[in-house]
């Protein structure tokens, strides 16, 4: 059994009220491990010494070298224990061991790209008059509260943590209470490296220790990544000081496929697009959009494939889809499928439990597909966050365009044809984040993730990822005052 405990101040250590939560495997409900329950109490002495590193430390004035270098000694840490943590992982949200060591890999990508850009990193200087030395300087904001969801733990928390570390700042990261381990092994590594105290902070706990980092004053910036709920609660407690924030929120993602799509690719794809981590993914191509002259023969296509979907833990190889990470979410989705069948949806498959003993205990589903969904129904708006696909028709072009946008989301979207006019004219016209054409779900460290309307604010990843992290100075020298004789001579 794992115990975890709190990193504050660079220093393990208990909660101060001793709390802590046994954290379950999705996939038969076993206890894995009791991991420290923080409060609010834990959070301000968190955000106390990431102050005082801040302002009196030597962190903040450290060199760009400096930085680039602890960035890429934590990614040759992460790829020392990548077995080790995609396992933890894998444990801890049940997705499957392949999709755990993507993450790894992922991840240390991405602190490997940030400390390439940090390393670039240089201020500007401003044509300006001869007396004068004008420069643009980027310095870091101060103290950031970092937020995680459950299913993406580590990768999310990477998003922030470089480029967070990489511009000066000094953190406190807060994961979801469901699924702290691999950010509690994260710390481990940093313990490992000689990071001045109160550079980097760990404080699990539920949505009380995210509370009081987005409403303390003491916090400079407050990253949050999460569902619409939180972030709403978020970005009302951040005006107490008027914080930065930054919100990557959820989606409702049109996947899109045009009669003249390759349609064996498309049908691939399209499960991939939904089932990927069972469809606990914000990007994830739930809401698949099917033109008139394909619609029945993709959904037949789609339902042949469903019962060879390998549904099993996802520590096992064979494994292609893990169970869901919650009872919570399990019983969210099972409600909005029986929501959308009493909405006059077609049930083609899953939609339950699979059958059979090993799958009696755990937060299991069928890969789950209802037909016939038109846009007025509540699963076609919901993000439903699992693995279910909600299929529409549509007749033309501008129907699918008009219906994709008519949403309050906007973080991902997916059209597949072999038009280039049309696919050129589709992506410029979704209002999403990243619009794909004929592929689903990649997305790289050198290009920006983030979400239009209520899929969030700021963006992640790229240069603007390192940007968000950083406030512009104008420094102003003048070299040669005198008395200018302005006032009272
Ligand atoms: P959630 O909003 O319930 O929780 C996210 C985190 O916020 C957790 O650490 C939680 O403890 C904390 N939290 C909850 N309420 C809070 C509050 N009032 N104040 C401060 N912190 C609070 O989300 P979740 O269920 O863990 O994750 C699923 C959601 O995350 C989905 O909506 C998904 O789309 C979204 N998500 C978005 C992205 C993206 O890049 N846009 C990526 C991953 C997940």
């Not at 379950?24 to 009791?34: F, G, R």
């Not at 009380?208 to 980092?213: I, Q, R, W």
């Not at 609660?233 to 951040?238: F, N, P, Q, V």
Request: charged share 20%; hydrophobic share 40%.
């Amino acid at each position: 059994m794992i115990h975890t405990e709190l990193y504050i101040d660079g220093k393990w250590q208990a909660p101060l009220a001793n709390g802590t939560r046994t954290i379950l495997s999705p996939a038969d409900e076993s206890a894995i491990a009791e991991a420290a329950e923080g409060t609010r109490e834990d959070a301000r002495r968190a955000i106390a010494a990431a102050r005082q590193a801040f302002d009196h430390g030597p962190w903040r004035n450290s060199t760009i070298r400096e930085r680039a270098r602890l960035l890429n000694r934590i990614a040759d840490l992460i790829d020392r224990d990548a077995e080790t943590l995609a396992r933890l992982e894998s444990l801890n949200t049940g997705k499957t061991l392949t999709e755990s060591r993507t993450d790894m890999g992922d991840i240390a990508a991405t602190f490997r790209y940030f400390a390439g850009l940090v390393a670039s990193e240089s201020g500007a200087v401003n044509e300006a008059p001869h007396h004068v030395i004008s420069r643009t300087l980027r310095e870091p904001v101060g103290v950031c509260g970092l937020i995680t969801p459950w299913n993406y733990p580590l990768l999310q928390a990477a998003w922030k943590i470089a480029p967070a570390l990489g511009a000066g700042n000094t953190v406190v990261i807060k994961p979801s209470n469901l699924t702290p381990l691999t950010t509690w092994h994260f710390t481990r590594l940093i313990a490992e490296l000689d990071l001045p105290p109160g550079v980097f902070n760990l404080v699990t706990g539920g949505a009380e220790v995210g509370a009081e980092l987005a409403e303390h004053h003491d916090v400079d910036l407050v990253s949050f990544t999460g569902g619409a709920y939180a972030g709403e609660s978020i970005m009302k407690a951040a005006t107490g000081n008027f914080k930065r924030i930054a919100l990557e929120l959820g989606g409702k993602n049109p996947n899109i496929v045009f009669a003249d799509a390759d349609l064996d690719t498309a049908v691939d794809y399209a499960l991939n697009a939904a089932y990927f981590h069972a469809g606990q993914v914000c990007s994830a191509g739930s809401r698949l959009m099917i033109e008139d002259g394909i619609y029945d023969t993709f959904v037949e296509r789609l339902a042949q494939r469903l019962p060879r979907i390998v549904i099993g833990n996802g520590m096992h190889a064979e494994t292609q889809m893990g169970p869901v990470q919650s009872a919570q979410q399990h019983q969210k989705i099972l409600g909005l499928v029986e929501l959308g069948i009493s909405e006059g949806a077609r049930l083609v498959h899953g939609g339950k439990r699979p059958p059979g003993e090993v799958f009696a205990k755990g937060y299991w589903l069928e890969p789950t597909l209802l037909a016939d969904v038109t846009a007025d129904m509540k699963i076609a708006k919901e993000e439903i966050f699992g693995p279910v696909i909600t299929a529409e028709r549509f007749r033309s072009e501008e129907e699918a365009l008009r219906l994709a946008n008519d949403t309050p989301y906007g973080l991902a979207a997916a059209v597949w044809t072999r038009d280039l006019d049309k696919a050129n004219r589709m992506s410029r016209a979704l209002r999403f984040g990243t619009v794909w054409v004929n592929d689903y779900h990649p997305y790289f460290p050198e290009a920006p993730w983030g979400g239009y309307k209520a899929s969030g604010i700021g963006r992640e990843l790229a240069r603007i990822g390192l940007d968000e992290y950083t406030e512009l100075k104008h420094s102003y020298i003048n070299l040669a005052p005198k008395p200018m004789g302005w006032f009272g001579v």
